[in-house]
């Protein structure tokens, strides 16, 4: 019993296969999927995604403006997420936050969208997916003004960063996400802090079709193989498989306020 907290799977690069990538996962015990979508908040990839939750009793779907899109968030991209958070199988707002390595969009509109979405979600009582890469400490700063008040649910999703990072996050009532990298071979650094962080404060995903665990590298990345990153996180807990799944689907559960199914 597994859950993929965080997936890309309405895009391209499954429009060849989709309906046999879910069944896959289905196979390998993946009981439910959160499919993120981003991209241009006027390309219509925001409908796609929550059209894609609505067709599948095991899919549901979050909505926001990653930060490379940052520069196209507008008065109508906010209404569209507020408009789409309505729907039943919709229920988090993200990801958003700050990617300074990229800088595909300017830096101060970036913190700009991300202090704007944030507001916006604690207005609808939502939790959050936050994306931060070489920003730790702006991340914080704006999450501490803008959320932690807040008592919302929230995930760092796709940790990569530093044990500093993973306890401010933890102080912030945020839950910590840990993907393929995890099993990444000079990723030692990162197994500590995963194998430190707290049980009910843990989840896991794919973050496909991106970041592909061992032992599939090279393969394109898909929520079956979420299993492998519960596998890696149970042998640095000394937990068996099964403990680590029903665990981490017990937190992705209690965060969503939504029922997983046996």
């Not at 960063?161 to 912030?172: E, F, I, K, Y």
């Not at 000079?186 to 665990?213: F, G, H, M, N």
Request: proline share 5%; aromatic share 6%.
């Amino acid at each position: 019993m597994f859950v993929d907290s965080h997936a890309h799977i309405d895009g391209p690069e499954f429009d060849g296969d989709r309906d046999a990538v879910l069944q896959r996962a289905r196979d390998a015990g993946v009981t439910a999927i959160l499919n993120v979508g981003t991209g241009d908040p006027h390309s219509g990839a925001f409908e796609r995604a929550a059209m894609l939750a609505e067709q599948h009793d095991d899919v549901y779907a979050a909505i926001g403006v990653h930060p490379h899109d940052a520069r196209f968030y507008d008065d109508g991209a906010e209404k569209l997420i507020q408009d789409l958070l309505l729907a039943p199988r919709v229920i988090a707002w993200g990801e958003i936050g700050l990617d300074f390595h990229y800088d595909n969009s300017p830096r101060d509109v970036q913190l700009k969208v991300f202090r704007r979405q944030l507001k916006a979600a604690r207005e609808l009582r939502v939790p959050v997916i936050i994306h931060t890469r070489e920003a730790e400490a702006e991340t914080v700063e704006v999450l501490r003004d803008e959320w932690q008040d807040s008592k919302l649910p929230g995930i760092m999703h796709c940790f990569s960063g530093s044990s500093a990072l993973a306890n401010q996050c933890v102080d912030l009532g945020l839950s910590i996400s840990f993907s393929g990298i995890v099993t990444f071979k000079k990723a030692d650094d990162l197994r500590a802090i995963a194998a430190s962080v707290p049980l009910d404060r843990l989840l896991i995903e794919t973050d496909c079709p991106y970041l592909t665990p061992v032992p599939h590298r090279g393969k394109r990345n898909e929520p079956a193989y979420v299993v492998e990153v519960a596998r890696c996180l149970a042998e640095l807990r000394g937990m068996t498989l099964d403990e680590m799944g029903q665990r981490t689907t017990e937190n992705f559960s209690r965060i969503f306020q939504v029922e997983t199914a046996d």
